[in-house]
């Protein structure tokens, strides 16, 4: 990995959404309780079980329901929709996480003007039989599922920072690409008017949405 | 030697065909658990086109059915009228066609994939694919009339694909025809498709060009025929469904606005950061992406009950691997794939599907972002060929024996599933009330229309929207009584309409307090409109309570003395 690449993802680190937020909010969202963990029996999952489930016996079905909806494959579903939640664009992109303390809701971890590079970094890796750093952004948000609530980002952080990665590969590799100079021009400006907007929000609006 | 190839190709497409009709007509009548007020809409002025010539307000067949002040488009009607004069104005009649069309959807399909791709195995795979979505069999089991558009969407695709690489005139005005049907027969349509249309200009342009007389007589004769619908297209009822529904009509709360300018101090960085370009461009962005996101194609779906099926997405959580495969499999071979301009056009099928979805006010929207399933059934079976090109590649070992078992008990497990919450969790939870089934309307009329002359006056609530239409539908109201008595009540200017009445029948909200006084009056509605406990033994009584599937009131019958 060349410096550039490197330089590029620590400054895409900085102006991130989610660096912002958790260096003023550290001490809350660090401060998180074991309830705060994914449980294999949380109460939640193995009630919704019992409810498929005593419908399907309503249904006379209840061996098909039993082996359709029970405590594994119920469990493995919840993992993969924490897992999949890890990708949406929404999320990534738009707002982040649930929680006040982790976004301003005005953003996501990542900037949306990040979106095109973070694609063309990846299809750049992927060009090159870099499989291992595809991998990481394949595997990471596999540590989504640690945290119970949805579209958490503490636990993303991981796949976050590997996206950033893939950003800053699209960056530099459309950087020197020799032509396209309007493109370059509007990329900047795009990202340029993101910061400042996010910056607007943080300081202007973000104090009060947390007092509410 | 062709023909020998070919008939087991013709038989397997035979197979699936017969499985989309199997799984489109099983149970249709039950499932979904009764008919939505659209259903009834378009069933009920079917019924009256047969009887009268006219719709439910009297127009002598009109382009645009106002309905319940939707303005629906009138293909789907007019188709319906054959199938209600033989089946009969009922459940059947309303979703005899939607789920033909959709079966048949599904044979046009693969003929479309083998004329893109020359490749038999892959057109069948999208054909098995399409005739087992769970997105497909939702709008093509009812809600008829997108089922409707989307057959004439593919047909006119595959027309057009025929036209560029044969040399059969007839199909280019096939395909123009089909896609003008498509302004016919749905809403949506009459932004996606002209953008369809223009993409698969471009993309064969050459070809376009080179048989540009063809072409353009073609097009005229599409004027021609989709001219009668120009003035419907800029009515104003158009307008105000328009308004009604998209972010056009959508202005910000005045709430907010205030709140946010108060917070920014300096009124430049309002007008900069929270210009409406900046948040109606970025609210555009979020809807078209939410389309593709994991939450609705797996996860969960849309929140409409209509929509919706409990525990999943709108395709099979196992989709998820085949998408991954696909993906991977089009940018290994990139090079070979941006030189096939058939892939091009599938991409920009793809790109353009959601279209009409996000210019509206919901977040995600799987009846108007429909024409999706089509590419996404494609690419789905690109992963699915590479799936089984690399199990039959080499010998059988380990790793592919436990990659074999390990996708198909997860396809088994999805596909299982998709069955037992389509036929069995889904219907309860989503029967109750305007968003969902408006369950408990047929029980009422059956209960309601035999004692109806034993009342001065019957008043039912309008809670659950629509109760006119399921009236009229279940009692087979002759429609040249019902015309001159037609009314449409608005609450306002942005909502849908109620039949204000008919015969004794009164349709509006019913306000017990006041309405306690009438004598001789028979109510029904939501237990919050009839509390028990108001009910006072010397003035009413309480004659049947209707319950939900799952055991919920529903409504509450009581009549005064």
Same mark, same amino acid.
């Given at each position: 990995?060349?410096?550039?690449?490197?330089?590029?993802?620590? %400054?895409?680190?900085?102006?991130?959404?989610?660096?912002?937020?958790?260096?003023?909010?550290?001490?809350?969202? @660090?401060?998180?309780?074991?309830?705060?963990?994914?449980?294999?029996?949380?109460?939640?999952?193995?009630?919704?079980?019992?409810?498929?489930?005593?419908?399907?016996? @309503? %249904?006379?079905?209840?061996?098909?329901?039993?082996?359709?909806?029970?405590?594994?494959?119920?469990?493995?579903?919840?993992?993969?929709?924490?897992?999949?939640?890890?990708?949406?664009?929404?999320?990534?992109?738009?707002?982040?996480?649930?929680?006040? @303390?982790?976004?301003?809701?005005?953003?996501?971890?990542?900037?949306?003007?990040?979106?095109?590079?973070?694609?063309?970094?990846?299809?750049?890796?992927?060009?090159?039989?870099?499989?291992?750093?595809?991998?990481?952004?394949?595997?990471?948000?596999?540590?989504?599922?640690?945290?119970?609530?949805?579209?958490?980002? @503490?636990?993303?952080?991981?796949?976050?920072?590997?996206?950033?990665?893939?950003? %800053?590969?699209?960056?530099? %590799?459309?950087?020197?690409?020799?032509?396209?100079?309007?493109?370059?021009?509007?990329?900047?400006?795009?990202?340029?008017?993101?910061?400042?907007?996010?910056?607007?929000?943080?300081?202007?609006?973000?104090?009060?949405?947390?007092?509410? | 030697?062709?023909?020998?190839?070919?008939?087991?190709?013709?038989?397997?497409?035979?197979? /699936?065909?017969?499985?989309?009709?199997?799984?489109?007509?099983?149970?249709?009548?039950?499932?979904?658990?009764?008919?939505?007020?659209?259903?009834?809409?378009?069933?009920?002025?079917?019924?009256? /086109?047969?009887?009268?010539?006219?719709?439910?307000?009297?127009?002598?067949?009109?382009?645009?059915?106002?309905?319940?002040?939707?303005?629906?488009?009138?293909? &789907?009607?007019?188709?319906?009228?054959?199938?209600?004069? /033989?089946?009969?104005?009922?459940?059947?009649?309303?979703?005899?066609?939607?789920?033909?069309?959709?079966?048949?959807?599904?044979?046009?399909?693969?003929?479309?994939?083998?004329?893109?791709?020359?490749?038999?195995?892959?057109?069948?795979?999208?054909?098995?694919?399409?005739?087992?979505?769970?997105?497909?069999?939702?709008?093509?089991?009812?809600?008829?009339?997108?089922?409707?558009?989307?057959?004439?969407?593919?047909?006119?695709?595959?027309?057009?694909?025929?036209?560029?690489?044969?040399?059969?005139?007839?199909?280019?005005?096939?395909?123009?025809?089909?896609?003008?049907?498509? &302004?016919?027969?749905?809403?949506?349509?009459?932004?996606?498709?002209?953008?369809?249309?223009?993409?698969?200009?471009?993309?064969?342009?050459?070809?376009? /060009?080179?048989?540009?007389?063809?072409?353009?007589?073609?097009?005229?004769? $599409?004027?021609?025929?989709? &001219?009668?619908?120009?003035?419907?297209?800029?009515?104003?009822?158009?307008?105000?469904?328009?308004?009604?529904?998209?972010?056009?009509?959508?202005?910000?709360?005045?709430?907010?606005?205030?709140?946010?300018?108060?917070?920014?101090?300096?009124?430049?960085?309002?007008?900069?950061?929270?210009?409406?370009?900046?948040?109606? $461009?970025?609210?555009?962005?979020?809807?078209?992406?939410?389309?593709?996101?994991?939450? &609705?194609?797996?996860?969960?779906?849309?929140?409409?009950?209509?929509?919706?099926?409990?525990?999943?997405?709108?395709?099979?959580?196992?989709?998820?691997?085949?998408?991954?495969?696909?993906?991977?499999?089009?940018?290994?071979?990139?090079?070979?794939?941006?030189?096939?301009?058939?892939?091009?056009?599938?991409?920009?099928?793809?790109?353009?599907?959601?279209?009409?979805?996000?210019?509206?006010?919901?977040?995600?929207?799987?009846?108007?972002?429909?024409?999706?399933?089509?590419?996404?059934?494609?690419?789905?079976?690109?992963?699915?060929?590479?799936?089984?090109?690399?199990?039959?590649?080499?010998?059988?070992?380990?790793?592919?024996?436990?990659?074999?078992?390990?996708?198909?008990?997860?396809?088994?497990?999805?596909?299982?599933?998709?069955?037992?919450?389509?036929?069995?969790?889904?219907?309860?939870?989503?029967?109750?009330?305007?968003?969902?089934?408006?369950?408990?309307?047929?029980?009422?009329?059956?209960?309601?229309?035999?004692?109806?002359?034993?009342?001065?006056?019957?008043?039912?609530?309008?809670?659950?929207?629509?109760?006119?239409?399921?009236?009229?539908?279940?009692?087979?109201?002759?429609?040249?009584?019902?015309?001159?008595?037609?009314?449409?009540?608005?609450?306002?200017?942005?909502?849908?309409?109620?039949?204000?009445?008919?015969?004794?029948?009164?349709?509006?909200?019913?306000?017990?307090?006041?309405?306690? $006084?009438?004598?001789?009056?028979?109510?029904?509605?939501?237990?919050?409109?009839?509390?028990?406990?108001?009910?006072?033994?010397?003035?009413?009584?309480?004659?049947?309570?209707?319950?939900?599937?799952?055991?919920?009131?529903?409504?509450?019958?009581?009549?005064?003395?």
């Amino acid at each position: 990995m060349n410096k550039k690449i490197i330089l590029v993802f620590i %400054a895409l680190i900085f102006t991130s959404p989610w660096f912002w937020i958790f260096q003023r909010n550290y001490k809350e969202i @660090l401060n998180f309780n074991k309830s705060d963990f994914y449980q294999i029996n949380n109460p939640i999952l193995i009630s919704e079980i019992n409810t498929f489930q005593g419908e399907t016996r @309503l %249904a006379e079905m209840g061996f098909l329901g039993k082996l359709i909806i029970n405590k594994y494959t119920w469990f493995f579903k919840d993992v993969l929709t924490q897992f999949l939640e890890s990708y949406d664009f929404h999320y990534l992109f738009m707002e982040g996480d649930l929680n006040l @303390l982790k976004s301003t809701r005005s953003s996501g971890p990542l900037f949306l003007s990040l979106f095109p590079f973070v694609c063309y970094g990846i299809y750049r890796i992927f060009r090159r039989k870099k499989y291992p750093l595809l991998f990481l952004v394949l595997v990471s948000p596999i540590f989504g599922c640690l945290f119970r609530q949805h579209y958490e980002t @503490l636990s993303r952080l991981p796949f976050i920072l590997s996206l950033t990665l893939m950003a %800053a590969i699209g960056i530099v %590799a459309f950087s020197e690409k020799s032509d396209y100079k309007i493109l370059k021009g509007l990329f900047l400006v795009f990202f340029s008017f993101e910061f400042l907007r996010f910056i607007h929000y943080y300081f202007l609006h973000y104090p009060f949405l947390l007092q509410r | 030697m062709k023909t020998v190839k070919r008939k087991p190709k013709y038989l397997i497409l035979g197979g /699936i065909f017969l499985l989309a009709l199997f799984l489109r007509f099983y149970k249709i009548t039950s499932v979904p658990i009764s008919l939505n007020w659209d259903e009834a809409a378009f069933a009920y002025n079917a019924y009256s /086109i047969l009887e009268t010539g006219k719709d439910e307000y009297g127009n002598k067949m009109p382009l645009e059915f106002k309905s319940v002040g939707d303005y629906k488009c009138p293909l &789907f009607v007019y188709l319906l009228v054959p199938v209600v004069k /033989i089946l009969g104005l009922n459940e059947l009649a309303v979703r005899f066609l939607p789920s033909l069309f959709g079966a048949l959807t599904v044979i046009i399909f693969c003929l479309l994939v083998e004329e893109l791709f020359e490749d038999w195995r892959l057109a069948l795979l999208s054909a098995l694919l399409l005739a087992i979505s769970p997105w497909h069999l939702q709008f093509t089991r009812a809600q008829g009339d997108v089922a409707i558009s989307s057959f004439f969407v593919i047909f006119g695709i595959w027309q057009f694909l025929r036209w560029v690489k044969g040399d059969n005139p007839i199909s280019i005005y096939l395909s123009v025809f089909s896609f003008v049907m498509t &302004f016919y027969a749905y809403f949506s349509e009459r932004l996606f498709t002209p953008v369809l249309f223009l993409g698969l200009t471009l993309i064969f342009y050459q070809k376009v /060009i080179s048989r540009k007389k063809q072409f353009l007589i073609a097009l005229f004769f $599409g004027l021609l025929l989709i &001219f009668p619908l120009f003035k419907t297209m800029v009515s104003s009822g158009q307008k105000s469904k328009i308004l009604m529904t998209t972010i056009f009509g959508y202005h910000r709360p005045e709430e907010y606005l205030q709140k946010t300018k108060s917070e920014d101090y300096f009124p430049i960085v309002f007008e900069v950061f929270h210009h409406p370009v900046v948040e109606y $461009g970025l609210m555009i962005v979020d809807r078209y992406f939410n389309q593709f996101s994991p939450y &609705f194609l797996f996860i969960r779906g849309v929140n409409d009950d209509r929509q919706r099926i409990e525990g999943m997405g709108m395709l099979y959580w196992s989709d998820f691997i085949l998408l991954l495969l696909a993906i991977f499999t089009i940018v290994s071979r990139l090079e070979w794939f941006k030189k096939k301009k058939e892939f091009k056009f599938v991409l920009v099928w793809l790109a353009i599907s959601p279209l009409p979805a996000i210019i509206t006010r919901d977040p995600v929207h799987a009846r108007r972002a429909f024409n999706m399933i089509y590419p996404l059934c494609l690419l789905l079976a690109i992963g699915a060929k590479k799936f089984i090109d690399w199990v039959k590649a080499g010998k059988l070992s380990f790793k592919k024996i436990i990659a074999i078992c390990g996708f198909c008990s997860f396809f088994i497990w999805s596909l299982s599933l998709y069955f037992l919450s389509y036929y069995i969790i889904t219907p309860p939870r989503t029967a109750p009330g305007p968003g969902g089934w408006y369950y408990g309307y047929k029980q009422l009329v059956e209960y309601i229309s035999p004692l109806k002359n034993d009342y001065r006056k019957i008043i039912v609530d309008t809670s659950y929207q629509g109760p006119y239409l399921f009236f009229l539908f279940y009692e087979k109201y002759p429609p040249v009584l019902y015309q001159p008595q037609a009314v449409l009540v608005k609450k306002d200017e942005f909502s849908l309409g109620e039949g204000r009445g008919y015969d004794q029948y009164e349709f509006r909200d019913i306000y017990w307090p006041a309405d306690r $006084g009438l004598k001789k009056t028979l109510f029904a509605g939501p237990p919050e409109r009839l509390p028990l406990t108001d009910i006072d033994p010397k003035q009413a009584k309480l004659l049947k309570t209707i319950y939900f599937p799952d055991g919920k009131e529903a409504f509450r019958i009581v009549e005064t003395y």
